[in-house]
């Protein structure tokens, strides 16, 4: 590596959620830490999803920092779901409230990592060819950061703009007037499409696959609400990490069988009309069984027939390919609502294939449909794509997208044999995104910085993953994934959603609680499963 490398003990890519913890956490703990950003703010995601409508899915007061109890005190959520103008604040007020952007070098995006054995660090370089060297590589790149675009004939043909949710123009995107076509049907699709409609626009959505949404039911944060949050805040916090899926909504303990049909239809309703996530928890099997699954889907299918005036429209809206849940719930705001306006119109893709993009223009099978604008909301090359997209090289030069070749191998989500030093942030084996990522992202963090104290009191300064601990994990990843229904759909968990990609189970859902205890364990056990030098 020339001289002329940057140095810093810690070198973190990223400066989404994941990133701005782990400067935070290590800076504290002595490191000399840098930090590389491919965008010009912080926020990650949160930065670059500012598509018209986007909003977090998950309870605002729950899907924020734990490790302040200041930021707990004096940052006020304004709505039960945060939308992303707000969300993004929050990471530029965390940024600023703990002078984490000195540590950051914005508009700088990482091309490739190279582990040097014989000097012990990795050696990164930008798109830029700057250089930077360091003896730990955290890589907190996001799971939902790599947008996929798909290879539609004719993409490059089409005259006027074209906008991928996840890249979304900064500053306002004037629709007004314009003929907008839309792909895609997922969160970001189905928040697009909402939103966009109510402006004065021409709507044609391209569907593939209907997915089940449930009402968000979001309402103005009150005071009252906010004060009984800060009071309780210890014990909410102890209450989130001992939870399955990091978020405080009730998981109903009772199997469907064991309910009348009668308490079914009920707690069904109630879930419902509560509103958010928990819907997929009405019945403690409606994960894991497919007739506890098949209530609550026709339940959802009765309610969108009830709100979908056509009956043709309703009937292309019914998700009839996968279990509820299976692929991430939907959180919507009057979603369904939004085909009974005469300015919007829904294309079946599966009865009337896309065939081409044209100039002004979406050509299906059927017909041709005029657009000025056209948005994809078609989704990421979720949990691996954001890594792999760096030519990473651990020992022997040997390529991280060798190694995964047939799906990702880590130990614990954390590391993956072969590359010393290198730490994933919610990386693939790990609850990650089937969780609170926010919890998710502090529990890692947590782990690698007691790691990295741990190696310095004992004069090491190389950690990596056995191969053995490493293959048993890929295994127990699986297996939790084969208890639920959840590898039945064709859903990004599985990769179903990018060509080529090897069909494995991206992430561990034995639950955040049961995922923090393993590797709790793991460590106080000495770092089984590591081999520490
Ligand atoms: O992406 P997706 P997303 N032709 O992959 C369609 C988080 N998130 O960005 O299902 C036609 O779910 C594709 O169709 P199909 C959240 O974790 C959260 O919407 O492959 N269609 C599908 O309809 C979420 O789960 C929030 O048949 C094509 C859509 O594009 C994750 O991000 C908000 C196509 C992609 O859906 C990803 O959601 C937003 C093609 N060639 C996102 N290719 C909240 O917190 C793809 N599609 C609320």
Same mark, same amino acid.
């Given at each position: ?7 810093s003990d810690v070198l973190v890519v ?160 004037d629709l007004n007037g314009k003929r ?123 309610? /969108? @027939?009830?709100?979908?005036? +056509?009956?043709?429209?309703? $009937? ?7 279990? #509820? *849940? ?65 030519? /990473? @090289?651990?020992?022997?030069? +040997?390529?991280?997208?060798? $190694? ?7 130990? #614990? *989500? ?120």
């Amino acid at each position: 590596m020339p001289e002329n490398a940057t140095r810093s003990d810690v070198l973190v890519v990223g400066a989404g959620f994941a990133g701005l913890y782990a400067i935070y956490k290590l800076r504290k703990d002595g490191h000399n830490v840098l930090a590389l950003e491919a965008g010009d703010g912080v926020g990650g995601v949160w930065y670059w999803n500012c598509y018209p409508g986007a909003r977090c899915d998950i309870e605002s007061l729950q899907y924020s920092y734990t490790f302040d109890p200041e930021l707990v005190k004096e940052w006020d959520w304004t709505e039960r779901y945060a939308q992303q103008p707000e969300i993004l604040s929050y990471a530029r007020h965390v940024a600023r409230r703990h002078d984490l952007e000195r540590h950051i070098r914005f508009n700088t995006r990482v091309s490739s990592a190279r582990f040097d054995a014989g000097a012990n660090e990795w050696h990164v370089v930008t798109v830029q060819d700057e250089l930077f060297a360091c003896r730990y590589l955290v890589m907190a790149t996001g799971c939902l950061s790599e947008g996929q675009v798909p290879d539609l004939p004719g993409l490059h043909d089409f005259k006027g703009p074209i906008y991928h949710t996840g890249a979304w123009p900064r500053g306002k995107v004037d629709l007004n007037g314009k003929r907008v076509a839309i792909i895609g049907t997922g969160s970001s699709g189905i928040q697009t499409i909402s939103t966009v409609a109510k402006e004065d626009v021409q709507l044609t959505v391209f569907q593939r696959t209907p997915n089940f949404s449930v009402p968000m039911r979001n309402r103005p944060m009150t005071q009252d609400v906010l004060s009984d949050w800060r009071a309780k805040h210890q014990a909410h916090v102890r209450d989130l990490y001992a939870s399955k899926s990091g978020q405080l909504f009730d998981i109903n303990a009772v199997p469907a069988a064991e309910m009348t049909a009668e308490q079914r239809k009920a707690a069904l309703e109630e879930r419902w009309a509560f509103g958010g996530p928990s819907f997929t928890r009405t019945f403690t099997d409606l994960l894991t069984d497919e007739t506890a699954n098949s209530y609550a889907a026709d339940f959802a299918r009765d309610k /969108i @027939r009830e709100i979908v005036k +056509d009956p043709q429209t309703a $009937a292309d809206l019914c998700p009839t390919d996968h279990p #509820l *849940g299976t692929k991430r719930i939907c959180v919507d705001l009057e979603y369904f609502q939004t085909y009974n306006r005469p300015n919007v119109k829904l294309v079946n893709l599966r009865r009337e294939p896309l065939e081409r993009i044209a100039e002004n223009a979406v050509v299906t099978t059927a017909g041709s449909y005029p657009a000025d604008v056209l948005i994809l909301a078609t989704g990421y090359d979720a949990v691996t794509g954001a890594l792999l997209k760096i030519d /990473i @090289r651990g020992l022997g030069g +040997d390529s991280l997208h060798d $190694a995964w070749q047939e799906g990702p191998r880590t130990y #614990l *989500g954390l590391m993956s044999a072969g590359f010393p030093n290198l730490f994933m942030i919610t990386g693939p084996g790990s609850p990650s995104i089937a969780v609170n990522v926010i919890l998710a992202i502090e529990q890692h963090v947590d782990w690698v910085a007691r790691c990295l104290r741990d190696l310095k009191a004992c004069g090491a300064t190389r950690i990596e993953a056995e191969k053995t601990a490493q293959d048993k994990w890929v295994e127990a990843v699986r297996e939790e994934a084969d208890k639920t229904l959840f590898p039945k759909a064709n859903s990004f968990y599985v990769g179903a959603n990018i060509p080529g990609k090897p069909r494995v189970f991206l992430l561990y859902l034995g639950g955040l609680a049961a995922y923090g205890e393993i590797c709790t364990r793991v460590r106080d056990n000495g770092y089984r499963g590591f081999v520490i030098e």
